[in-house]
């Protein structure tokens, strides 16, 4: 049974950083898009970033360019989030979802895709960021 989990949440001051960490079991993760999404309290869920499975491409939304960097360790199954220059507006649950299909292309649509909404899911870690 494939099991996603993320890690490395907390809280952090204004301008700070986190990195969040993503594992994958038991799949082979280096055939697969992966990416991350969060949510606030009272608002939908948000897509942030993607990275293809052989890591060539990559998509950030523009909430978050220039201060997030994603990035992948396919020999460790692991996914990771860098998170600089943080603000109140990113607290939220971060989510890290691998695709249900292989050797997808990352992409803007990457996040509507059904092989995303319908992908391996982790619980989530959460992010408070004060002011």
């Known amino acids: 049974q494939v099991e996603v989990k993320e890690s490395g949440g907390g809280l952090v001051q204004t301008g700070g950083s986190l990195t969040l960490s993503c594992s994958a079991s038991e799949l082979t993760f280096g055939r697969y898009t992966v990416g991350w999404f969060r949510q606030a309290p009272g608002k939908g869920r948000e897509g942030l970033s993607c990275i293809s499975w052989s890591g060539s491409s990559k998509y950030y939304a523009d909430s978050i360019k220039g201060r997030f960097t994603i990035s992948r360790d396919n020999a460790k199954s692991t996914l990771y989030l860098q998170m600089n220059n943080l603000e109140p507006g990113d607290t939220a649950m971060y989510f890290c979802?691998?695709?249900?299909?292989?050797?997808?292309?990352?992409?803007?649509?990457?996040?509507?895709?059904?092989?995303?909404?319908?992908?391996?899911w982790g619980p989530g870690t959460q992010v408070t960021v004060s002011s």
């Open positions: 979802v691998v695709e249900r299909a292989a050797y997808e292309e990352c992409r803007g649509s990457w996040f509507d895709s059904k092989f995303v909404t319908q992908g391996f």
